[in-house]
């Protein structure tokens, strides 16, 4: 089957991240397929999915994506296209109705609506709204990444039908990653941080923005450290906030508990080797870095925002909820994970709904099309 995952902007996070992997996911089942990117965020270099085609249509917008979009339909022929996101989605359902493609489309939504769209008449979001509601119909399925997700979108648009489909997070080169030699001077080179009379490590993980809220997670560990009880902090991730946190943290004097990594190209080897991960954001639509967490055996902590987190930690079973922007409370949520630690065995259990046979089994349902190799197929 030739498939097309379609993304407007490239990155090594969020939504991109996610098509990227749904992509790799694909292609090991056996399809033929096309990762389609719109362009790339600062010039980023683009890692192409393994065992993918890769399509940079060059177009800074999604509207200019749309006549490429179009020829993409009409030149190619896919069968079958995931594309992310109302906006991308939208122009994709518009380009197969131009087009008069018999195209199966599964368009997802990864924010909350709430922040999308608008009731105030002939705004930018009241149109994109409107234009989304229009062209609902050429999509064969909607999905988004959380129930949450679902119940909100069941509000702003309750004439349509939204699904929960997860993403796929853990992949067969997971492992390896998690295993990647490591030399760094908080880390062990095996083992985890804490274990062998160490101070124990605290790993974050995402864009230095507003909404991932690191300062609340910077200022638990400086209260920690007012309790005598010394933790250390690395932040892997960039973003527009690094000077506003660089500052904070030598405001508080910390600079020998506190770290911004920076990008990092592998960070499950951190996740494996860290004592705890914490996710301190005031909203969040999955996170898939809990999962990769959970998956390398680090106790999550994270704050119990709308509308991931909750959901994927199936209500604190799988880690330990904080309050939003609490610091008190997420730094009495990293001793618990210290203390008492989730066993591997148990986080294991929560990570099987994101793996991606797991993942693409649940696309097959929505869609009613063959998506895993047959047993026969395997076979041969």
Same mark, same amino acid.
């Given at each position: 089957m030739r498939i097309g995952v379609i993304t407007a902007r490239y990155s090594v996070s969020g939504v991109p991240l996610a098509q990227a992997r749904l992509a790799s996911a694909l292609a090991r089942a056996g399809h033929e397929v096309d990762y389609v990117i719109g362009t790339s965020s600062q010039n980023m270099k683009i890692l192409e999915p393994k065992g993918t085609q890769l399509l940079v249509i060059g177009a800074p917008t999604v509207r200019s994506m749309f006549?490429?979009?179009?020829?993409?339909?009409?030149?190619?022929?896919?069968?079958? $296209?995931?594309?992310a996101e109302d906006h991308l989605n939208a122009a994709v359902a518009i380009a197969a109705i131009m087009t008069r493609s018999k195209v199966i489309i599964s368009g997802s939504s990864r924010v909350t609506p709430f922040d999308t769209y608008s009731n105030i008449w002939f705004s930018k979001r009241w149109i994109l709204k409107k234009i989304v509601r229009a062209t609902a119909w050429r999509q064969n399925v909607r999905t988004c990444v959380s129930s949450g997700i679902v119940?909100?979108?069941?509000?702003?648009?309750?004439?349509l039908k939204y699904h929960v489909a997860y993403n796929a997070v853990v992949s067969p080169e997971a492992e390896k990653k998690a295993s990647a030699q490591l030399e760094d001077p908080w880390l062990p080179a095996e083992g985890r941080a804490g274990d062998s009379g160490s101070d124990p490590v605290i790993l974050a993980a995402g864009s230095l923005e507003s909404w991932k809220d690191f300062e609340s997670l910077i200022n638990a560990i400086y209260l920690l450290q007012k309790q005598n009880r010394k933790v250390r902090l690395i932040i892997l991730g960039e973003g527009s906030k690094r000077v506003a946190l660089e500052e904070l943290i030598k405001d508080l004097n910390i600079d020998d508990l506190v770290r911004l990594q920076g990008?990092?190209?592998?960070?499950?080897?951190?996740?494996?080797?860290?004592?705890?991960?914490?996710?301190?954001?005031?909203?969040?639509?999955?996170?898939?870095?809990?999962?990769?967490?959970?998956?390398?055996?680090?106790?999550?902590?994270?704050?119990?925002?709308?509308?991931?987190?909750?959901?994927?930690?199936?209500?604190? $079973?799988?880690?330990?909820?904080?309050?939003?922007?609490?610091?008190?409370? $997420?730094?009495?949520? $990293?001793?618990?994970?210290?203390?008492?630690?989730?066993?591997?065995?148990?986080?294991?259990?929560?990570?099987?709904?994101?793996?991606?046979q797991a993942v693409l089994a649940r696309h097959e349902e929505l869609l009613g099309i063959p998506l895993l190799p047959r047993a026969e197929e395997k076979l041969n």
């Open positions: 006549r490429p979009l179009c020829r993409y339909l009409k030149e190619v022929r896919p069968d079958l $296209i995931f594309c119940d909100e979108y069941r509000k702003v648009m309750p004439n990008y990092e190209k592998n960070p499950l080897r951190f996740f494996r080797r860290a004592s705890a991960f914490a996710l301190c954001s005031r909203v969040e639509s999955f996170g898939n870095v809990l999962v990769e967490a959970m998956f390398a055996g680090t106790t999550p902590v994270a704050t119990d925002c709308p509308t991931g987190p909750r959901e994927v930690l199936s209500g604190g $079973i799988y880690g330990y909820l904080v309050r939003p922007g609490d610091p008190t409370s $997420i730094a009495k949520g $990293i001793v618990a994970a210290l203390d008492r630690p989730i066993s591997q065995e148990k986080l294991n259990i929560g990570v099987s709904r994101f793996t991606e």
